[in-house]
């Protein structure tokens, strides 16, 4: 099994930054593909950012893609998102998700075998 723990959340203002962070913890970190997908109130849960081991390829949905980046320090098993440029419609549950065997491309939940409890993330206008 693997713990997966956010943090980094909070209230902001549209145009501001936020860094969320994921610990893991158990299962060892290494090989494991590491998303961060976010669910609003009302909606189905979307895929935001993955990104692969060891950390050199990532992918982004088109909604996110040049304000987010995702990244990863293998040494420490942290996953980070960090996130520009914050819209309203970036408020969400952001939650960090861990895969063994992952095509990054596709942003599905069912490839990832371990989630986090969430954190919020609140955009105001």
């Known amino acids: 099994q693997m713990q997966l723990v956010e943090s980094g959340g909070g209230s902001v203002q549209a145009g501001d930054s936020l860094r969320l962070s994921c610990a893991a913890s158990?299962?060892?970190?290494?090989?494991?593909?590491m998303a961060w997908f976010r669910q609003a109130p009302g909606k189905d849960r979307e895929f935001a950012a993955a990104?692969?081991?060891?950390?050199?390829?990532?992918y982004y949905a088109d909604s996110v893609k040049g304000r987010f980046t995702i990244s990863r320090d293998n040494a420490k098993n942290m996953v980070y998102l960090q996130m520009n440029g914050l819209k309203p419609d970036d408020t969400a549950v952001y939650y960090c998700?861990?895969?063994?065997?992952?095509?990054?491309?596709?942003?599905?939940?069912?490839?990832?075998?371990?989630w986090g409890q969430g954190t919020q993330v609140t955009v105001s206008s």
């Open positions: 998700a861990a895969g063994g065997v992952v095509d990054v491309t596709q942003g599905s939940t069912f490839d990832y075998d371990y």
């Open positions: 158990g299962r060892t970190f290494r090989a494991y593909a």
């Open positions: 990104i692969k081991w060891p950390g050199i390829i990532t």
